[in-house]
Structures are given as C-alpha cells and as structure tokens.
C-alpha cells in the first residue's frame, strides 16, 4: 500500500544522502555513476527485508542522525557502527544493533550516534523508499546536482520527508550470519587489478607501490580517496583523457595514488596503475583518514568470480 | 589497436594512443555498434578522444564472450567503412567580450593579434566533439587554430561561470554549469548546454561538429546571458 507518510528527518546527522546502486547510461552525456560506497553492506541491507538490490536506501556517512516513523516500518541497518538506539514515545531508549531487520513502530524515533567502527551505515526500508528516479536511479551526486528527495543532488536535511510502503505483515526477523559481518578496523591489504597504464610504470616503481603502508588522506569523499606516504613518483609523460573505471588507482605527478570512487568525474588525463578489485573497494570506503592499508597485486579471473558470487547472492529478491 | 580488461565488468578499447580528429568519426560509429550488439548487458560506455571505456553486466554476459564482440567489431570498422552523415553540427552563440571573456586581453597579449583577429579565428573553425565529460555536457571541443593556443592557467580558477567559452591548447569548450576551471575564456555562450530535464541531457555527442558564431551584446542579453564581473 502505498503512502504519504513514511520516514521523518529530525537530524540529518554529518551527512546522509538517498542512494541505491547507482545512475547508469549517462557516463557519455558526463554524469557520473554515483551510488552507495559500500555495496556490500547496502546489499545486506536490502537482503534482510528481501528487496531488490536496486532499492533506495539511507546512506549515513559519520552518523548522528536521527529518524522517526510516521507508520510501522520495517527496517535494517548495516554497515558502521553508530550505537544505534530506539527512542519510545516515553523517552525510553532501546539498543538496536545492526546486521538484523527490526520493526519501528509508529512515532518511535530511531537515533544514531557517532561512527566508532566504519564511516558509511545503510538504513534500509522495506520496499525502499518512494523517491522518483532520475535517469533510473536516485543516487544523490551533489557535484551532477542530481538525484536526492527532490532530484537536485541536495543531502538530507532535517524536516524531510521519505514516503515509504507502510508494511502491516508481520516480520520475520532475518540476521547477517555472524561470519560474514565484516570486521571494519582490521587490516586492509586491497587486490590490484594491474591495468591502464601499468606497463610504463617501472618495476622499481611497482615494487615500492606493493611495499609502501599508505595513510588515508584528509582530502578524501565519495568521489575518491587520496593516499599519503611515501611517493613512488610519477611518469614523465601525461596520458590522453579516457574513461574511468570504478576503483581506478590514479597516479599523479606527486607519484601518491588517489582511488577513484563512486561519484569520481567520467573522464580523466593522470595514468593509473590498475584497478582495486571490487570486492575489496567496500571495506575501503569503510575507512577514515588517518588509517592504514596497503596493495597487493590479484588475478582478474579469480576477481570475476568473486564478485559475480556476490552479484548472484544479492540479486536473488525481484 | 588494443583491447584491455580494466577490472570484472570494464574492458577498455585503446583505438589509438594518439589524438587525431578522424578518429572521432571511427569512435563515434563504433560506440553504437558496442550499444547495439551488447544491448541490455551494456551497463555504461564513455567514448573519448582516442578510447572506448566499456561496462557490461557480468551477470549477463560473460567477459570472454565481450573481448570476442568488441575485437569484432573494432577489427570489422575501418575509417572508409564509417558513414559521416549521421553526426550533427551544432551552432552555438558566442559574446566574445572582455566583460565575459576575461582572459581575451592576455590571450591577445600573448599572441600578438588583435582581440578582434582572435574572435574571427576562433569563430571560423568547425570544431569536433572528441569527448564529454569531466563534468555533465562539458564537450571537449578540436582543434582550436594554433595561433591562438593558450596553455591552461597554473592555478585554476574557483568560479568559471557557466556558458564560459574557453581555451586551453588545442582545445575549447563551454563550461556547461560554474565549476572551478583553469581553462583561458574568451567569451560566453547564453544558451543553456545541460539540462537534467531534457533527454539527452545535452546537445553533445562524440563525432558532432560545433560552430560558434559571434553575436551583439543586445543578443546576447535577450538569449539571456549575463555579465559576471570577476572576483
């Protein structure tokens, strides 16, 4: 059934943005993909309520928002650990703790706290959200001024409005098997795909790039991530603007690679060393800056399948 | 002629690994071909000046049987076999002003020639499309006349405005919506270049032809145009 009220904005937190998997058909028109940063984590969200894998969730980067149920919902958190908590109409609080689906019942808010363990959560909605699409998605790219509640690129902000399907059948409470929950603060060693302009990259080079601990930039958003440590210098020569694949490695002249993301630009001119394999980009863009991760060179075949496992998993629900 | 696997779903066509403007015809008749034969298991294609950057659906189809297609189909279009009529030529006008093109008295300082020899040399040449993107509707446009090739300012601009008509080397464009930019401008261009409500969101695509022409400040205003003092 279909409904004007749904989920209510009290607190928008640091920065939460409507996303589902991302805009497609456009790269040649210049509009960048966009999309949630972690599929896998928007993935489990969806398959808790068994949506598909394509429907509209809350993406909450650094926590501290805050939400109240116009009707009953069921819902599902995933992904960072922001302490979240249950407010009753009395003020009472209740612990709810991510990784299952939950029922949030009419006028009980739902309030996060800060990130103290990953940066993005997802806040998943049964039959995601009732959002109009733009070029089939509603992914929020501010920088494309597309997509978002009114279509503009905007955030949440506080006082919006998502209409949802209110849900009256009763929930089965579905949970993440406990060993596929991801640890966010271990070490992360990503699998490099060796592409684009790797061969003019000398061995010495490469070596020192598979070698190096890199740090997490400041300077790092859902466009891409920019590394620092030790520079391992650039090539000598610029390269002729091309496509970006997500996950690209860029290599600028200060030889410190950035990772392109989901709202990376279309085209770009620095040479890239490879790709970060898909799999891995997830638990990436649970990082913040300041943490540590290193790279390691990975075989595309064995890659391939193991993201269409996981592609295959997560579009089980139509 | 190159075709690498960039990672699970993206492969990328290296047509060639130099810039030269008959490509473009060769790219742009390839891109619908790819669009074509891969059909719904095409998830995105970004065709630039020299590249075809290819996203499938591996859930529809697997990798091997895409390296097979597009080897085909690069191997099967040589540059004769392309047919040039199906791309459109673009007329776009242009109020090549100091009050708009800021960088018009140090481009004209750097050349030698006259603001008014820079305008008709940039406004005489039948630009290509040879790629789009950067930011949404920004059509790299070639080749720009070699007297008035201008390298990129060192530091960026934060605002260019939008309608923007720049240069940086061979190159021009419109600065489709305000966006920082180091590119040199010479003028603004009132009409409006992207709009998320139109389908296609832009009049560009690869292997179009552009001609600007230079109109009057009374045109300019009435296509709605605006003076934007520089801060």
């Not at chain 1, 989920?7 to 805009?23: E, I, K, P, T, W």
């Not at chain 1, 596929?180 to 000398?202: H, K, M, R, W």
């Not at chain 2, 960088?103 to 789009?132: F, M, N, W």
Request: hydrophobic content about 40%; aromatic content about 8%; some cysteine.
């Amino acid at each position: 059934m279909k409904s004007n009220s749904g989920l209510y904005v009290l607190n928008a937190g640091v920065f939460s943005q409507l996303q589902d998997l991302g805009r497609y058909g456009q790269a040649k028109q210049g509009l960048s993909q966009g999309g949630v940063g972690d599929p896998l984590a928007a993935g489990w969200a969806n398959y808790l309520l068994k949506n598909s894998a394509d429907k509209s969730l809350i993406e909450i980067s650094f926590g501290q928002a805050e939400f109240i149920a116009e009707c009953d919902l069921q819902l599902a958190i995933t992904g960072a650990e922001m302490s979240a908590f249950i407010v009753m109409p009395s003020g009472q609080k209740k612990a709810q703790s991510n990784n299952r689906s939950f029922v949030l019942k009419k006028g009980q808010g739902l309030k996060f706290g800060f990130a103290s363990s990953g940066v993005r959560a997802y806040l998943a909605v049964k039959g995601g959200f009732n959002i109009r699409k733009k070029y089939g998605s509603c992914s929020t790219v501010t920088r494309n001024f597309i997509g978002g509640l009114d279509g503009t690129g905007s955030n949440l902000k506080n006082g919006d409005r998502l209409s949802a399907f209110e849900q009256l059948d009763r929930l089965i409470t579905t949970k993440i098997p406990e060993q596929f929950i991801p640890d966010y603060n271990s070490p992360l060693t990503l699998g490099v795909i060796e592409a684009y302009q790797c061969e003019y990259f000398s061995s010495r080079q490469k070596a020192m790039f598979y070698n190096i601990e890199y740090t997490i930039g400041t300077q790092s958003d859902r466009m891409g991530l920019r590394l620092t440590g030790k520079s391992i210098g650039g090539l000598s020569k610029g390269i002729i603007s091309e496509g970006i694949a997500l996950g690209s490695i860029q290599i600028p002249a200060d030889g410190l690679p950035i990772i392109l993301l989901q709202d990376r630009q279309t085209l770009g001119g620095y040479p890239k060393i490879g790709c970060v394999a898909r799999c891995d980009l997830n638990l990436l863009v649970q990082k913040s800056a300041g943490e540590k991760i290193r790279f390691k060179p990975t075989c595309l075949a064995d890659q391939q399948q193991r993201y269409l496992q996981r592609l295959r998993f997560f579009n089980q629900f139509k | 002629m190159k075709i690498l696997a960039l990672n699970e779903d993206c492969f990328l066509i290296q047509v060639s690994d130099t810039i030269d403007l008959a490509l473009t015809d060769k790219i742009a008749f390839l891109v619908k071909q790819i669009e074509m034969q891969l059909g719904d298991a095409l998830v995105d294609i970004t065709p630039s000046y020299s590249t075809i950057l290819v996203h499938y659906n591996l859930l529809k189809i697997a990798p091997l049987v895409v390296e097979n297609l597009l080897e085909t189909a690069v191997l099967s279009t040589s540059l004769n076999s392309v047919f040039k009529g199906q791309n459109k030529v673009i007329e776009l006008p242009v109020y090549y002003n100091v009050s708009v093109g800021w960088d018009l008295p140090a481009l004209s300082e750097q050349t030698g020639l006259s603001i008014e020899q820079i305008i008709q040399l940039h406004s005489d040449t039948k630009y290509r499309v040879c790629a789009v993107g950067f930011a949404p509707g920004f059509a790299f446009l070639a080749q720009v006349p070699a007297a008035i090739n201008i390298a990129r300012h060192a530091s960026p601009r934060a605002v260019v405005p939008a309608g923007s008509v720049a240069i940086a080397d061979a190159q021009t464009a419109v600065y489709p919506a305000d966006s920082p930019g180091g590119w040199q401008i010479i003028g603004n261009c009132p009409v409006k270049l992207f709009d998320l409500n139109n389908d296609p969101i832009t009049p560009f695509a690869i292997g179009d032809s552009v001609k600007f022409r230079s109109i009057l400040l009374d045109e300019f205003l009435r296509l709605g145009g605006q003076i934007i003092d520089e801060k």
